[in-house]
């Protein structure tokens, strides 16, 4: 009984630790392809534009690869976060800020207009919060930029007293027709979205891509603000009492 007990609970060992392994590879990969492989494509879209616009032009071309430099640090610094467990953004480099320079920079690349609204009142929140809202923004963008064909993006940061709002909007042409952003990606199709969703339900939110009447796709995420529980102060009782 004492052996049968014994395997028993090895083999529970195993199960757990072989669960543990599973997720910890699958936040890596999760953390590379929203931290490191949108850049890479930004960065071969770069260099692709560059080529195609300036080829006789030897100024433009330096300056592509200029850009194109100090992307490439931006990649090694990213990776470096991965390593770092992905680490989130500082409160000096809050999320708005934050956006705003990812926004600046695919405009710049891309050539899309792009704009930030942010509502309520910005403040620091839970690094996780911050992590993933960041790592929708990202995405986003490199889905805009790799199948919207759109010439307009609007970011909008919605800060509320118990959740962040994200939304992300493109005039683009839309999603496909037969699109299922929640079906499992057996081809590495849609992994981004699949990934997104996981993350932001971890956090007890909701995540929302559809298809904008007036043309082009919406995505919105909400992420409730729940800061650590902290233990009640000690309140002494009256004097005297019994």
């Given at each position: 009984?004492?052996?049968?007990?014994?395997?028993?609970?090895?083999?529970?060992?195993?199960?757990?630790?072989?669960?543990?392994?599973?997720?910890?590879?699958?936040?890596?990969?999760?953390?590379?392809?929203?931290?490191?492989?949108?850049?890479?494509?930004?960065?071969?879209?770069?260099?692709?534009?560059?080529?195609?616009?300036?080829?006789?032009?030897?100024?433009?071309?330096?300056?592509?690869?200029?850009?194109?430099?100090?992307?490439?640090?931006?990649?090694?610094?990213?990776?470096?976060?991965?390593?770092?467990?992905?680490?989130?953004?500082?409160?000096?480099?809050?999320?708005?800020?934050?956006?705003?320079?990812?926004?600046?920079?695919?405009?710049?690349?891309?050539?899309?207009?792009?704009?930030?609204?942010?509502?309520?009142?910005?403040?620091?929140?839970?690094?996780?919060?911050?992590?993933?809202?960041?790592?929708?923004?990202?995405?986003?963008?490199?889905?805009?930029?790799?199948?919207?064909?759109?010439?307009?993006?609007?970011?909008?940061?919605?800060?509320?007293?118990?959740?962040?709002?994200?939304?992300?909007?493109?005039?683009?042409?839309?999603?496909?027709?037969?699109?299922?952003?929640?079906?499992?990606?057996?081809?590495?199709?849609?992994?981004?979205?699949?990934?997104?969703?996981?993350?932001?339900?971890?956090?007890?939110?909701?995540?929302?891509?559809?298809?904008?009447?007036?043309?082009?796709?919406?995505?919105r995420v909400q992420l409730p603000v729940q800061w650590p529980a902290q233990l009640p102060a000690a309140h002494p009782g009256p004097t005297g009492a019994r």
């Open positions: 009984m004492t052996a049968l007990s014994d395997r028993t609970t090895t083999a529970r060992t195993v199960d757990h630790t072989e669960l543990r392994v599973t997720a910890e590879r699958q936040r890596i990969a999760s953390a590379l392809h929203d931290e490191v492989s949108q850049l890479l494509f930004a960065m071969s879209a770069r260099a692709q534009r560059a080529y195609e616009l300036h080829f006789d032009d030897l100024g433009e071309l330096r300056n592509a690869l200029a850009a194109l430099g100090e992307q490439l640090q931006e990649a090694q610094d990213r990776l470096r976060g991965v390593i770092r467990d992905c680490g989130p953004a500082t409160a000096e480099d809050g999320v708005p800020a934050t956006t705003q320079r990812d926004l600046d920079d695919f405009a710049d690349r891309t050539g899309v207009t792009a704009h930030l609204m942010v509502h309520g009142l910005p403040e620091h929140l839970p690094p996780s919060v911050e992590r993933v809202a960041l790592s929708c923004l990202r995405q986003a963008l490199f889905n805009i930029e790799r199948h919207a064909e759109a010439g307009l993006v609007i970011v909008t940061l919605d800060y509320r007293a118990d959740l962040l709002r994200l939304v992300v909007q493109d005039d683009g042409r839309g999603l496909p027709a037969g699109f299922e952003p929640r079906a499992v990606p057996s081809d590495g199709h849609h992994w981004g979205f699949t990934s997104m969703a996981q993350q932001v339900e971890l956090l007890g939110g909701a995540v929302e891509l559809r298809r904008v009447d007036e043309g082009g796709t919406q995505l």
